[in-house]
């Protein structure tokens, strides 16, 4: 099936998505770009101008759950932003990038400075966190405190490090930027900048839930197949115990998502849903890792794939910078109690 | 009989929905609960039984108690989101919690599914207008977290049955009117077959009922005997040998549903927490430091997470879907963050200056409760132990076999 009308639900995104997920093992980046795109995966929340289908952010999580689930090794959650943060102002890069003809990915970590010239700007500094980069055509990378530039990968004055990183399907790279110019309408301003990082968090939590989801299915398909003292391990209730904690982690971070992608949600909402991805996700992929016994320690059992995953996710997102300034702003926003009634 | 002065309800509050509905109620609530009532007030104390009989009733008036049950039985036959919508607005406020929770929140809607149309007419709109209050009889001291080895025993001749046996832990019922037993028809060896549930007055020849003093210093559970209690078949709920079935049924959507505003005052909580620490010098700094502002954070999340569990299952229950053990995950969710929650209180409130600010002594009376109410938290309706085992066996469905 591909991805192209009204009135689709969720179930058949994931589908979809995870068929063509599958389809992708053994895919060139570009490639799979390609099928995908095909699919209409790359455009779900992209304009119908450049080639989206135009849906909430609600129909993407199912996508990225699917890529999550199936070890992706592409930068989708990139390109489904990136093709709707760029519609306006770089329509034409747009379209290149929910087609699947041009790879593009995004800089999560550092700023650059910039200096105007003209009708060019000049960008100086250090990004990371930048998945597939050494592949890619183009980056999105911060601007001091405000907006962000796109910028060509094979711009004079680009040096993209070696890969790094706990992902191994996604490799990160840092990226150093001496005298790089660009033309100054790759510049997008601050607004475009924030929508695109608060829906990240809500995707990189679709993205953990996927990772989780596996994880927790293998915890369980392993505790009633392995046999020890006689019974599967199953039989017994710490096993039982820790896979209730695992559920009650995976459906924390499944309900925790639907909220913060519904009519009432904001900002708090979706920080919260990738918090708790994080915190949940690391518990359920190093449990069941536990779960495994040595085997989990073995490189053939997937499971720790997911979990260098979901803690580069973790990181990428900065979420114990998110969770500060999640408190902070909270605590701030709570006035000192009069000595009447304390909590209005 | 005690008279709280409230205004009357909102006229034609049956007229509104969403937004509205929740304006109505919140300007209801804020209008109305008497200062003295509320845990985070300095003119905070407790209200006597009086007191809470009259406050409830009033919130019954104004549209909030009974608010999903049919109006032929006295209730206000809303929809489940509108149940939330009020839940979230009571939550909001530091409101003593009801007396009457088991009457509303448990016998109400047991009698509602298994009941007959007089015991419907009879007890109902009783429980609302808070003219009965209810307790559980449930556990006993040889079937806590076993429910179903339950002794307490009844036997039936004609029209009457006979109740033989002892209840424990059972809160509230030094001040209740009707006791919901569960008790046994057939042999102990039936285990959850055999199970019946009665309405059992409490006044009733043969019961006696003993407090046990608490953790928290108050009586607040009992033991309750029963010698030989006559109880008439037309206070049998539901046919002999259901009983267990009513009951899971009952409490799958119970564990859901009931009790729906704690989340929101958990965070009632934590905002009075914060404004308390503001109000002092030295917690308003260390409140600001990076460690509490994570700590903090965590208990946000943690209350979002649970919210997020709560409006969720409202949504699946309102499109019709089973709930089935889904309620596990709340109250296990809940009851762990409260705990983790009521720790922090007392952390960051021994830190305050001297002399005491007036905001952190109500602060640290308030919380100082909830720390030891909160131990409880993880035992009753079903231990975390229990809990984890429901999702194992119902929800993730572990073989146990061999
Ligand atoms: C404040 C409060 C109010 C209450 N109010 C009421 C009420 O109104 N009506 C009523 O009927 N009951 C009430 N209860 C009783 C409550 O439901 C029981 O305390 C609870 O079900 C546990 O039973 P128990 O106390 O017998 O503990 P036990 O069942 O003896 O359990 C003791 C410990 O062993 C663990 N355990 C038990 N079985 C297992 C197992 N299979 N695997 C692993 N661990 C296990 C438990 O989790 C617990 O930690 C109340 C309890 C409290 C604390």
Redesign the interface.
């Known amino acids: 099936m591909t991805l192209t009308g009204e009135g689709l639900q969720p179930s058949e995104f994931a589908v979809t998505a995870a068929r063509a997920v599958a389809d992708c093992a053994d895919l060139s980046l570009r490639e799979q770009a390609r099928h995908l795109a095909n699919d209409g995966l790359l455009g779900v929340i992209a304009a119908h101008d450049v080639g989206g289908l135009d849906l909430p952010l609600a129909l993407a999580v199912p996508v990225v759950a699917a890529a999550g689930a199936g070890l992706l090794g592409f930068p989708l959650m990139e390109a489904l932003l990136l093709g709707r943060a760029l519609q306006e102002s770089l329509p034409r890069t747009a379209e290149a990038v929910v087609s699947g003809e041009m790879l593009a990915t995004i800089a999560w970590q550092g700023s650059v400075s910039a200096a105007r010239e003209g009708d060019s700007v000049v960008l100086n500094g250090w990004v990371a966190r930048a998945a597939c980069t050494r592949e890619a055509d183009c980056l999105l990378v911060r601007i001091g405190t405000s907006g962000a530039a796109l910028v060509s990968t094979n711009s004079n004055g680009i040096v993209v490090e070696d890969a790094a990183g706990l992902d191994l399907a996604v490799p990160e790279h840092a990226v150093r930027m001496e005298g790089v110019t660009i033309p100054a309408a790759n510049i997008l301003p601050e607004n475009t900048w924030s929508v695109l990082c608060s829906d990240a968090n809500v995707l990189r939590a679709a993205a953990i839930l996927g990772s989780a989801e596996t994880c927790l299915t293998l915890a369980?398909e392993h505790?009633?197949t392995r046999r020890q003292f006689?019974?599967?391990l199953?039989?017994n209730?710490a096993i039982?115990?820790a896979?209730?904690?695992q559920?009650?982690g995976l459906?924390?971070i499944r309900?925790?998502i639907?909220?913060s992608v519904?009519d009432e949600a904001g900002a708090?909402?979706r920080d919260?849903?990738f918090?708790?991805a994080g915190?949940y996700g690391s518990a359920i992929s190093e449990g069941a890792l536990q779960i495994h016994g040595g085997m989990g320690f073995t490189w053939d059992v997937p499971v720790h794939r997911h979990l260098r995953r979901v803690r580069a996710l973790q990181a990428q997102g900065d979420a114990?910078g998110v969770?500060?300034?999640?408190?902070?702003r909270?605590?701030g926003a709570?006035?000192?109690?009069?000595?009447?009634?304390?909590?209005r | 009989m005690t008279v709280i002065e409230t205004e009357p309800p909102v006229a034609a509050t049956g007229d509104l929905s969403g937004e509205a509905y929740r304006v109505a109620m919140r300007r209801w609530l804020r209008a109305n609960l008497p200062?003295s009532f509320?845990s985070?007030?300095?003119?905070f104390s407790p209200p006597t039984l009086p007191q809470s009989i009259a406050w409830e009733a009033a919130m019954y008036r104004a549209g909030l108690a009974g608010i999903i049950w049919p109006q032929a039985y006295g209730g206000h036959g809303r929809t489940l989101r509108e149940h939330l919508i009020a839940n979230q607005e009571i939550g909001a406020l530091?409101m003593p919690e009801s007396v009457n929770s088991i009457g509303k929140e448990l016998a109400g809607p047991i009698i509602l599914a298994v009941g007959t149309e007089e015991q419907k007419r009879r007890f109902l709109p009783a429980i609302l207008e808070m003219r009965d209050i209810w307790c559980q009889g449930f556990s006993e001291p040889e079937a806590g977290s076993d429910l179903a080895g339950l002794r307490t025993r009844a036997t039936r001749s004609g029209d009457i049955w006979r109740i033989n046996g002892q209840k424990i832990w059972t809160s509230g019922a030094y001040r209740a009117q009707r006791c919901l037993v569960l008790a046994r028809t057939g042999p102990l060896e039936d285990r959850h077959r055999g199970l019946a549930m009665f309405a059992v007055r409490l006044d009733a020849k043969g019961v006696r009922v003993r407090p046990i003093k608490s953790i928290d210093g108050r009586e607040s559970f009992c033991e309750v005997f029963f010698d030989d209690v006559e109880v008439l078949q037309s206070d049998a709920l539901g046919a002999p040998d259901e009983g267990w079935a009513a009951a899971i049924r009952v409490l799958e959507i119970e564990r859901a549903t009931n009790r729906m505003y704690r989340a929101w005052r958990f965070e009632?909580e934590l905002?009075?927490l914060?404004?308390?620490c503001?109000?002092d010098p030295v917690l308003?700094q260390l409140?600001?430091e990076?460690h509490?502002?994570?700590?903090?954070?965590?208990v946000?999340?943690d209350i979002?997470?649970l919210?997020?569990?709560v409006?969720?299952a409202v949504d699946a229950l309102v499109n019709g879907d089973r709930i089935g053990a889904?309620g596990s995950?709340a109250k296990?969710?809940w009851s762990e963050a409260h705990q983790r929650f009521a720790a922090l209180t007392l952390e960051l409130l021994a830190q305050a200056s001297l002399p005491l600010?007036?905001?952190v002594q109500?602060?640290r009376r308030r919380f100082e409760a909830i720390y030891l109410q909160a131990r409880a938290e993880t035992i009753y309706a079903g231990t975390t132990?229990i809990?984890?085992?429901i999702?194992?066996?119902r929800?993730?469905q572990?073989?146990?076999?061999?």
């Open positions: 369980q505790a009633s006689g019974r599967a199953s039989y209730q039982r115990h896979l209730a904690r559920k009650l459906e924390g309900h925790a639907t909220r519904g708090l909402q919260a849903a918090l708790a915190v114990s969770l500060a300034a999640l408190g902070r909270y605590v709570i006035a000192p109690a009069s000595d009447v009634t304390a909590s | 200062a509320r985070d007030s300095a003119a530091a009632n905002r009075h914060i404004a308390a503001k109000s308003a409140v600001a990076r509490y502002e994570v700590r903090l954070g965590e946000v999340v979002e997470v919210k997020a569990h409006e969720t889904r995950l296990l969710h600010q007036p905001a109500v602060a132990e809990q984890l085992g999702i194992a066996d929800i993730l572990l073989s146990k076999g061999k």
